[in-house]
T-cell receptor, first 112, second 108 residues
Framework: KAGVTQTPRYLIKTRGQQVTLSCSPI?????VSWYQQTPGQGLQFLFE???????NKGNFPGRFSGRQFSNSRSEMNVSTLELGDSALYLC???????????FGPGTRLLVL | GIQVEQSPPDLILQEGANSTLRCNFS?????LQWFHQNPWGQLINLFY???GTKQNGRLSATTVATERYSLLYISSSQTTDSGVYFC??????????FGPGTSLSVIP
């Protein structure tokens, strides 16, 4: 069974731009969660989607948004990029809302 | 929200040595997981262990939910065990909250 895939793997943007990251969960998994990892703040929860609905949201500004499609694939969008948005963005999927999470390889975003 | 602490923050081991990593949490949890993040950033699930003890090869984990801690044991460590070990908890109010991690270096 294929694992969680994330695209792109690496991305360089400039301040003020926007970016869209994609996550394809393991087949059959309906829950997708997004996390941001930075050296200063560690791993932080962004949001969770289940059955195309946002079920939970972390403490991030409205510039961070996401969505989930009917095939459970998910995208997250960051608008008006700031230098502090440089991070590794990780996506995880699980079969249900409660259970083992499986992580993708992440997207490394650098904002210049 | 819930606080998650891990100790030690850093650990250096000689290959073949054993170690114990600890995760303390400040409130009741529904779930607890241990992850290993390799040097390339990939997070790998090690254990899903809200309570009790599990073993997988050289690794084992114990969670004592009533006392709000979990332990990860690594026996006969290998250089491939190097990386950062995170525990992550989930409560009724908070989605997954990660601890700060334990950075492990296993030297030959």
């Amino acid at each position: 069974k294929a694992g969680v895939t994330q695209t792109p793997r690496y991305l360089i943007k400039t301040r003020g731009q926007q970016v869209t990251l994609s996550c394809s969960p393991i087949s059959g998994h309906r829950s997708v969660s997004w996390y941001q990892q930075t050296p200063g703040q560690g791993l932080q929860f962004l949001f969770e989607y289940f059955s195309e609905t946002q079920r939970n949201k972390g403490n991030f500004p409205g510039r961070f948004s996401g969505r989930q499609f009917s095939n459970s694939r998910s995208e997250m969008n960051v608008s008006t990029l700031e230098l502090g948005d440089s991070a590794l963005y990780l996506c995880a999927s699980s079969l249900t809302r409660v259970g083992t999470q499986y992580f993708g390889p992440g997207t490394r975003l650098l904002v210049l | 929200g819930i606080q998650v602490e891990q100790s030690p923050p850093d650990l250096i081991l000689q290959e073949g040595a054993n170690s114990t990593l600890r995760c303390n949490f400040s409130d009741s949890v529904n779930n607890l997981q241990w992850f290993h993040q390799n040097p390339w950033g990939q997070l790998i699930n090690l254990f899903y262990i809200p309570s009790g003890t599990k073993q997988n090869g050289r690794l084992s984990a114990t969670t004592v939910a009533t006392e709000r801690y979990s332990l990860l044991y690594i026996s006969s460590s290998q250089t491939t065990d190097s990386g950062v070990y995170f525990c992550a908890v989930e409560t009724s109010y908070d989605k997954v909250i990660f601890g700060p991690g334990t950075s492990l270096s296993v030297i030959p």
